[in-house]
């Protein structure tokens, strides 16, 4: 049976101030909607956005990311500046998915989470 996932939480560095950070936590609701919090705004969305959202999400295959690019809870330091972005997933299980940015050029899946968050509105 598939994991059912609870939230998601982002951030990146500002390319153009690497001590910014834009980030966006995704927490969904039992009814298939969500609540967006960007930069502190909160923003409620439907059904159909919601579920277009976990179905790309999904499409990454970022659980068969390799140990070697995963991280704990503890290791999310936004003042550790080798960390280009910073990605939790949590499930409804009480376990979580943990993906640090370090390597652009050799980190697998590093170019396409940045695409996928590009759109909506992390740059």
Do not use: C
């Amino acid at each position: 049976m598939e994991k059912k996932i609870k939230s998601v939480t982002f951030w990146k560095r500002d390319p153009l101030d690497v001590s910014h950070l834009e980030t966006l936590t995704v927490l969904f609701r039992d009814d298939g909607t969500s609540v967006w919090t960007r930069e502190g705004k909160k923003e409620q969305k439907g059904k159909e956005e919601t579920a277009s959202f976990l179905l790309t999400l999904k499409a990454l295959s970022l659980e068969t990311a390799s140990e070697g690019y995963r991280a704990y809870l503890y290791e999310e330091d936004p003042g550790d500046y080798r960390l280009h972005f910073f990605l939790v997933l949590r499930y409804t299980d009480a376990t979580y998915l943990a993906l640090p940015g370090l390597n652009p050029n050799q980190q697998p899946k590093y170019k396409e989470i940045l695409r996928f968050f590009e759109g909506y509105g992390i740059r």
